[in-house]
C-alpha cells in the first residue's frame, strides 16, 4: 500500500475572529468555505450555560472578517430561555449552508437543532428540532458519505457514562438511523477520517487519557471496538481532517491536563501519529475545541478557542 506523503503546514495568517463583541465568553468553533470566503460560528454569552449563550457567525471575505452576527437563540417565550451550544456549520453540494447547534440547560439535558441558509448564511430559516433520540453532530462536522447519504458523529453524556456514535441522514435530514460505537472508553465528540475503500475512522476524546479511535469497514453502518490510539490526552474536544491527499491531520492538547499547549498532528494511516506543528503552548491559558478544513484551493483553515475571550483562526499552506 502506497502511503501519502507528509506535508510540510506553515502558517500563513494568524489572527482572531474580532477583537471586540457585545459577549464576554465564548467556544466551541466551526467553520466552512463558501463560495463568498470562510463562514465560522461559534457560541458566546455571559459564560458557558448561562442562559443568555447564542450562536454567532462571521464571514472572512477579502481579507477581513465581518462583525460577529447572532443567528441562534434558546429563547423559549417571554420569560424562560436556555444556553445554546456546540454549532456544526455544513455546506450541501447544492451550496445550501446547514447550521446544527444543541439547545438546553446542560450537555446531559441538551437536543438538537438545525437551521439553513440559501445564500452563504446572510439569512437563515427558524429552527428546526431533530427528532426525539437523536442529536444530529454534537461538536465535530458532519461529512458526506459515498453513497450521497450525510454522517454525523455524535454521542451522549448520561449518568456519568459517555458514549459515542454515529448518525446517518440523507442530505435532507429525513430517514435517520443510528450506529452505536462501544469500547472500553468513556467517549464523546467523535470526529471522522477517511480511508480507501469506503473505509472510514473515527477519533474521540475519553476520560482515560489518551484519544480513543474505531474503524468501519462499510461507510459507518457498523464499527469496530474503540481502542487507544496512544496519544496522551487531556478530555478536551478535538478535530480531525482527511486531506485530498489522503493524508491525515489531528487538532488536539497532546497533554495529559490543561490546555495550554494546541498541536496539529499527522498521519499517512490513521494509526501512527507526529506532531507537525505546534498552534499554542504556554506555561497557562486555555487554547481548545479545534476546528479544521481543507479549501478547494489545498491549503487548510482552523478555528479554535483562546482563553475563553475570542475565536482564534490559522490558515495554513501545506
Known sequence: MIFPEKPTPKILTSEFIYETAPFPSCHASTLIETEDGILASWFGGTYERHPDVNIYTALKKGGSWSTPAEVADGIENEDFR???????????????VILFYKEGPNPREWWGLYKTSNDG??????????????????KNKTVGLSNGMLLHPSSFEINGLWTSHVEISDPALKNWTKKEIHGPFNAIQP???????????????????????AWSPDNGETWSQLESTGIVHNNSGIDAVTLD????????NPIPKGRQKLSLMGSSDGITWEELLVLEDEKEGEFSYPAIIQAKDGTVHLTYTWNREKIKYAHLSL
Not at 436556555?82 to 445550501?96: C, F, H, I, R
Not at 446572510?122 to 429552527?127: D, G, N, Q, Y
Not at 477520517?193 to 472510514?200: A, C, E, R, S, T
Request: aromatic share 10%; net charge positive.
Open 121 to 138: 448564511g446572510k439569512t437563515w430559516s427558524k429552527a428546526v428540532q431533530i427528532m426525539p433520540g437523536f442529536m444530529g453532530p454534537i
Open 191 to 213: 470526529t471522522v477520517l477517511f480511508h480507501p475503500n469506503n473505509h472510514l475512522q473515527v477519533l474521540t476524546r475519553t476520560k482515560e487519557g489518551v484519544i480513543a479511535t
Open 245 to 252: 491527499s489522503g493524508y491525515h491531520l489531528l487538532l488536539c
Open 82 to 96: 436556555n444556553p445554546t451550544w456546540n454549532p456544526v456549520l455544513y455546506q450541501l453540494e447544492d451550496g445550501k
